[in-house]
């Protein structure tokens, strides 16, 4: 079992940035890869990101790219999502999810595809 807490959202004015954590517990957590998924009100959840248990492998949906980072500190058994540029269209609740194994793109088209989830922070960009 893995348990996962996200802190970090608040509200922000837009092209401002923000970092959310998520802190992982549980035997195996430091194994797994670790997700950020975001639900916009009245919106499908969709895929932010995703980073490997070894860190050395990130994913990003192409809305994200070059202004949201993924990372994950081992020592801290924390993961990380760093928001900068931030636009009215990032509002969203965000969750960090836990999978056992990394797979890639197959988040994007399966955003409920990770076994283990928070109950998510919520990220609100103001124009």
């Known amino acids: 079992q893995v348990q996962l807490v996200e802190s970090g959202g608040g509200l922000v004015q837009a092209g401002g940035s923000l970092g959310l954590s998520c802190a992982a517990s549980?035997?195996?957590?430091?194994?797994?890869?670790v997700g950020w998924f975001r639900q916009a009100p009245g919106k499908e959840r969709e895929f932010v990101a995703a980073?490997?248990?070894?860190?050395?492998?990130?994913l990003y949906t192409d809305s994200v790219k070059g202004r949201f980072t993924i990372s994950r500190d081992m020592t801290k058994n924390t993961a990380y999502l760093q928001m900068n540029g931030l636009k009215p269209e990032d509002t969203a609740v965000y969750y960090c999810?836990?999978?056992?194994?990394?797979?890639?793109?197959?988040?994007?088209?399966?955003?409920?595809?990770?076994?283990?989830w928070g109950k998510g922070t919520l990220v609100t960009v103001s124009s």
């Open positions: 999810a836990a999978d056992p194994v990394y797979r890639s793109t197959y988040y994007i088209d399966h955003p409920y595809g990770m076994g283990y």
């Open positions: 549980g035997r195996t957590s430091s194994t797994y890869t």
């Open positions: 980073i490997s248990s070894s860190g050395r492998l990130t």
